[in-house]
């Protein structure tokens, strides 16, 4: 596993149709208390002000982690598809919804966009058969996370995207390290 440090997440989860995934409680956090744990699935969006180690898998979907390291307040996502084009309800599975959910929900919490930074995570090509045909879902999908930050001038202080495996990525919401092993 590769680790970035940086600021801290906040997580509440928001999905579309699916439970937050496990939830428990005992992981040690910095301050002596408890972080629980909680497995992000695609199309989640989680946001929550307390220690919590967020886990999730990733291939050709990204995850986007943003954070205030001023609140030690953060939050991340996990989507599929980089853009809902407006048919049918709006849904957190595309990119260019769940991103500024996720930024949308970190202002909520008090978060100053002004602080708030990002990591990135995702994007692969796993499919043999579509390697080397223009350009892939995953490119696309991380493409997309990195303009929107830009537009939003959240700096990207950390990104592991592209290549042809999977992530299996952790995030500390309250120290904003994140650990990436690829799979």
């Known amino acids: 596993m590769t680790e970035e440090s940086g600021g801290l997440l906040d997580p509440t989860p928001e999905n579309d149709g699916g439970g937050a995934g496990r939830d ?5 956090a910095p301050d002596g208390g408890t972080r629980r744990t909680v497995y992000l699935h695609p199309g989640q969006v989680f946001v929550f002000p307390d220690p919590t180690e967020v886990t999730t898998i990733l291939g050709s979907c ?9 609140l030690r307040l953060g939050g991340t996502n996990h989507y599929l598809l980089p853009h809902w084009v407006g048919n ?9 919804v769940a991103v500024r959910s996720l930024i949308d929900k970190m202002l909520a919490l008090g978060g100053q ?6 990591k990135v995570f995702g994007g692969a090509c ?5 390697q ?29 995207v592209g290549g042809r495996r999977g992530r299996k990525v952790i995030f500390h919401t309250d120290t904003g390290v994140a650990l ?4």
């Open 88 to 96: 049918g309800l709006s849904s957190t599975r595309f990119g260019n």
């Open 132 to 160: 080397g045909r223009g350009e892939q879902l995953g490119t696309k999908n991380a493409d997309l996370a990195l303009r929107i930050l830009r537009q939003e001038g959240i700096p990207v202080v950390a990104e592991d």
């Open 113 to 118: 966009k002004q602080n708030l930074q990002a």
């Open 126 to 130: 796993v499919v043999d058969a579509f």
């Open 62 to 70: 990204v995850a986007v982690f943003v954070f205030d390291p001023v």
């Open 24 to 28: 428990r409680q005992g992981f040690p």
């Open 180 to 183: 990436v092993r690829l799979i």
